[in-house]
């Protein structure tokens, strides 16, 4: 496993996860996901497992039909004695409930679409197969989910979060040495997230090998497993070669040694730990927005689609597989270029 890729040791991780969830779960759930296995990412089934293990639990507690049953032997004709009405009081104890721990927990309505949908993706399964004779679940409407507000960078603000990165935040003398040691790093992974719009899991992913400067592009593997090229300008180039240089020089711990992005330890760098990354040096330099690595993503997009007006372009470069998808992302800069288009036209020339 040690020598296998990033994508494939997380896929065997994620395996691993899910096998230990399923052990809580009715039997019947194991055909249920091998039989959305080709179909769906190892996280995807994932997050099933854990929103139905949840399900399943309230059901044992609040469903009259479970009372007095063993879940994990029973019987697939009990999902026919589940009703909609029950999916529906199930998604109301979800808004605000105690959990096992003692810790109130709140569901939005995100939350809740996740987590109906598990339930409905299990009955459209066993309905399909014939296994159940109802589907309660395609009964229940979806929450309806208000768009929020995309929070992006501005052009100035980029150059603020860049700068940051590079000059560090002030601090103690040890803080300031701590910074130049990273420095190179750090600023080689934010520009390269500013200047491609790769997913931060993409990112951390990377291996030295992947990095292709006679072309200008890096080769990373998208959600699903599929690999692309994706391009990078001269600004990522110079700040990838830096860190490229002094990356070679690194010896890094077995099962990283292909690793572009390296942590203290020299390991592989975690999603967590470059999430920190980013937050940190965006708390210091842009302190008014909640600055995340999606929400790079989100500035790069922008700053293409500004650019270039191609909103397929920007779906194949960020890797979406549905255009409608980055549609709805820039839908609000595309509410600027139609009304730009009224003074396109004249009607009657001077």
Same mark, same amino acid.
């Given at each position: 496993?040690?020598?296998?890729?990033?994508?494939?040791?997380?896929?065997?991780?994620?395996?691993?996860?899910?096998?230990?969830?399923?052990?809580?779960?009715?039997?019947?759930?194991?055909?249920?996901?091998?039989?959305?296995?080709?179909?769906?990412?190892?996280?995807?089934?994932?997050?099933y497992a854990t929103d139905l293990r949840q399900f399943f639990l309230y059901a044992?507690?609040?469903?009259?039909?479970?009372?007095?049953?063993?879940?994990?032997?029973?019987?697939?004709?009990?999902?026919?004695?589940?009703?909609?009405?029950?999916?529906?009081?199930?998604?109301?104890?979800?808004? +605000?409930?105690?959990?096992? $721990?003692?810790?109130? /927990?709140?569901?939005? #309505? %995100?939350?809740?679409?996740?987590? *109906?949908?598990? &339930?409905?993706?299990?009955?459209?399964?066993?309905?399909?197969?014939?296994?159940?004779?109802?589907?309660?679940?395609?009964?229940?409407? +979806?929450?309806?989910?208000? $768009?929020?507000?995309? /929070?992006?960078?501005? #052009? %100035?603000?980029?150059?603020?979060? *860049?700068?940051? &990165?590079?000059?560090?935040?002030?601090?103690?003398?040890?803080?300031?040495?701590?910074?130049?040691?990273?420095?190179?790093?750090?600023?080689?992974?934010?520009?390269?997230?500013?200047?491609?719009?790769?997913?931060?899991?993409?990112?951390?992913?990377?291996?030295?090998?992947? &990095?292709?400067?006679?072309?200008?592009?890096?080769?990373?593997?998208?959600?699903?497993?599929?690999?692309?090229?994706?391009?990078?300008?001269?600004?990522?180039?110079?700040?990838?070669?830096?860190?490229?240089?002094?990356?070679?020089?690194?010896?890094?711990?077995?099962?990283?040694?292909?690793?572009?992005?390296?942590?203290?330890?020299?390991?592989?760098?975690?999603?967590?730990?470059?999430?920190?990354?980013?937050?940190?040096?965006?708390?210091?330099?842009?302190?008014?927005?909640?600055?995340?690595?999606?929400?790079?993503?989100?500035?790069?997009?922008?700053?293409?689609?500004?650019?270039?007006?191609?909103?397929?372009?920007?779906?194949?470069?960020?890797?979406?597989?549905?255009?409608?998808?980055?549609?709805?992302?820039?839908?609000?800069?595309?509410?600027?270029?139609?009304?730009?288009?009224?003074?396109?036209?004249?009607?009657?020339?001077?």
């Amino acid at each position: 496993m040690a020598n296998d890729s990033y994508h494939k040791q997380m896929t065997i991780k994620n395996e691993l996860k899910l096998r230990d969830i399923r052990k809580d779960l009715p039997s019947f759930c194991d055909r249920f996901f091998r039989g959305i296995e080709p179909t769906t990412a190892s996280r995807t089934r994932i997050a099933y497992a854990t929103d139905l293990r949840q399900f399943f639990l309230y059901a044992q507690k609040n469903i009259a039909a479970f009372a007095g049953v063993n879940l994990l032997t029973a019987n697939i004709t009990i999902l026919d004695e589940i009703t909609c009405y029950d999916i529906e009081n199930y998604l109301d104890y979800l808004k +605000v409930y105690t959990n096992e $721990e003692g810790i109130q /927990v709140t569901n939005g #309505e %995100n939350g809740l679409k996740r987590k *109906l949908s598990a &339930v409905r993706a299990l009955y459209r399964y066993f309905y399909f197969h014939h296994e159940v004779q109802t589907n309660p679940a395609a009964q229940v409407a +979806v929450p309806k989910i208000h $768009e929020k507000a995309i /929070v992006r960078l501005d #052009e %100035n603000e980029t150059a603020e979060l *860049l700068d940051t &990165v590079e000059y560090g935040m002030g601090g103690s003398d040890q803080q300031q040495r701590f910074h130049e040691k990273n420095k190179d790093r750090d600023l080689a992974m934010v520009t390269l997230l500013l200047g491609t719009g790769i997913r931060i899991s993409e990112c951390i992913g990377l291996n030295v090998e992947d &990095v292709d400067f006679d072309n200008d592009r890096i080769k990373v593997t998208r959600k699903g497993g599929n690999e692309a090229y994706v391009y990078f300008g001269d600004e990522v180039r110079e700040a990838l070669e830096t860190y490229y240089t002094k990356r070679s020089s690194l010896a890094a711990l077995p099962g990283s040694e292909n690793a572009l992005f390296l942590s203290n330890r020299k390991s592989r760098m975690t999603v967590r730990a470059a999430e920190f990354l980013v937050k940190k040096y965006a708390g210091a330099a842009v302190s008014l927005k909640k600055i995340t690595p999606h929400k790079l993503r989100s500035t790069y997009g922008t700053q293409l689609y500004k650019e270039t007006g191609d909103i397929y372009l920007v779906a194949d470069v960020l890797g979406h597989k549905d255009v409608n998808t980055t549609r709805r992302h820039y839908a609000a800069i595309e509410e600027e270029r139609r009304r730009s288009a009224k003074d396109k036209v004249h009607l009657r020339k001077d």
